[in-house]
């Protein structure tokens, strides 16, 4: 693990992003959005770096920029979903080693978890049933129920807070995610502890500079990260 400097509050409210960073999907969003791609005519080799680079952004978001008009963004988006749907039901979704016991930790400690992700809430929650997840967590979050807006706008992680009313200060939240957006995310909303995890989409680099204040190897180092002070004399050493 290494931190950054500064203390953390206590955190009462851990709010997870999923895929890669909870959950492993063996790069099936590049699937799907290729699939998506060609169902509407477009070149997916063309857009493939630009997905890769803003993954865990919210999708409708990503497809509004490449696709530009409204309808056929929509239009994506739903192929996309659809695509990611179909591979999903094939099982090639599993949660990342430690993922559901970090979270029971999280919870038999006192602490509130919610699941956020960038996808729209059918397929979240085709996640959550691939998992056995749905009752795991008392909330679950896609950009649509916090008024449409995804990473990197704050609204989820703020979302979380007013529903779940587990804290009184947002430096008592932590945001944890595999993206640079995932980190933004968490700075934007105020969080106590901005973690990064290693297992998913973007590396070290990519989340110290986004903000992270933390980066981990795995989310099975988290609960360890949330019981200590972060670190005040070095921003980077060695991983542990």
Not at 47 to 54: G, K, L
Not at 59 to 67: A, C, D, M
Not at 72 to 91: M, S
Request: glycine share 10%; hydrophobic share 45%; aromatic share 4%.
């Amino acid at each position: 693990m290494t931190d950054k400097a500064g203390t953390t509050e206590d955190i009462r409210l851990v709010v997870l992003d999923m895929a890669g960073t909870t959950v492993a999907d063996g790069g099936l969003v590049e699937h799907a959005f290729t699939a998506a791609a060609r169902r509407l005519g477009a070149d997916p080799d063309r857009m493939i770096d630009y997905v890769r680079a803003t993954m865990g952004e919210s999708k409708i978001s990503v497809f509004r920029h490449l696709f530009g008009e409204e309808t056929r963004a929509q239009e994506a988006n739903r192929a996309f979903e659809a695509a990611y749907a179909e591979l999903v039901d094939a099982g090639r979704v599993h949660a990342l080693p430690g993922a559901r016991e970090t979270i029971e930790k999280l919870r038999a400690d006192g602490r509130t978890v919610v699941l956020t992700t960038g996808f729209a809430r059918a397929t979240q929650d085709a996640i959550l049933a691939a998992l056995g997840w749905r009752d795991l967590v008392p909330l679950t979050l896609c950009p649509a129920d916090a008024g449409g807006r995804g990473r990197p706008y704050p609204d989820m992680v703020l979302t979380a807070l007013l529903r779940t009313a587990a804290a009184d200060d947002v430096r008592r939240v932590a945001v944890v995610g595999d993206t640079s957006y995932d980190m933004l995310t968490g700075v934007r909303a105020g969080a106590g502890l901005v973690a990064g995890v290693l297992t998913g989409a973007h590396d070290a680099d990519a989340l110290w500079a986004a903000g992270a204040t933390h980066v981990l190897e795995s989310i099975a180092d988290l609960p360890g990260a949330l019981g200590r002070p972060v670190a005040s004399a070095s921003p980077r050493r060695p991983r542990i």
